[in-house]
Structure formats: C-alpha cells, structure tokens
C-alpha cells in the first residue's frame, strides 16, 4: 500500500507565498505522476497541477497557472507546488494524489489510485 503525506499547509496573507510538500512510499515511485487537488468548502475536488512521472511535464487549471509551480524529485520521492501571488479564492484544503499508470485524463480525481489526507491553506488578511 502507497501512503502519501503531504506537508506545509497553513496561513499566509494574500499575495504572498507558501510551499506544499508530498511524499509517496513506493518504490515505484519514479514512475509515478504526481498531482495536487484542491477542494474549498461547498465545492468540488478541482485540479491544480500534475507532473508526470519524468518530472519533464507539467500541467496546471486554468485558476493557478502561472502563479503556481509543481516539480517532482525521485531521490526524495517527494512532490512539491510552489504557491506564489496567493489570493484569497486558493482556500482551500489541497491534496497529493499518485497515478501509477499514467492516465492521460490527469484533471479526473478518478485517475488517481493514492491520495494524502490534505492540509489546509488559508490565505486572508
């Protein structure tokens, strides 16, 4: 069984920065993507960002990208997302998912087999 934990999480002002971290125990782990999804009270889980299992691919919604930046690192087995500009409408609780199989629909929750239990990020002033 792959347990992901993800790290980081908390308060920040808006505009400002913060670093989520994730690591996933599998020794299979260079061969995972990796993605993190985000869900806000009363809404749907929503995709933020997917590297794929080369860490040469990345993907971002619509909502982060450019503000954003997912990097994954196999010696460490960990996944990061730089969170830059940080805007109120970011709270949220994100999660790390893992996708041994490299699905092409990576924006789907469904395409993910391993997921941490989220962290809380909360941007107000």
């Known amino acids: 069984q792959v347990q992901v934990v993800e790290y980081g999480g908390g308060l920040v002002r808006p505009g400002g920065s913060l670093r989520l971290s994730c690591t996933a125990s599998?020794?299979?782990?260079?061969?995972?993507?990796m993605a993190w999804f985000r869900q806000a009270p009363g809404k749907e889980r929503e995709f933020v960002a997917k590297?794929?299992?080369?860490?040469?691919?990345?993907d971002y919604g619509d909502s982060v990208m450019g503000r954003f930046t997912i990097s994954k690192d196999d010696a460490t087995n960990t996944v990061e997302l730089q969170m830059d500009s940080l805007k109120p409408e970011d709270t949220a609780v994100y999660y790390c998912?893992?996708?041994?199989?490299?699905?092409?629909?990576?924006?789907?929750?469904?395409?993910?087999?391993?997921w941490g239990q989220g962290t809380q990020v909360t941007v107000s002033s």
């Open positions: 599998s020794r299979r782990y260079s061969q995972f993507a």
């Open positions: 998912a893992a996708d041994p199989w490299g699905s092409r629909q990576y924006e789907y929750a469904s395409s993910y087999d391993y």
């Open positions: 590297v794929s299992w080369s860490g040469a691919s990345t």
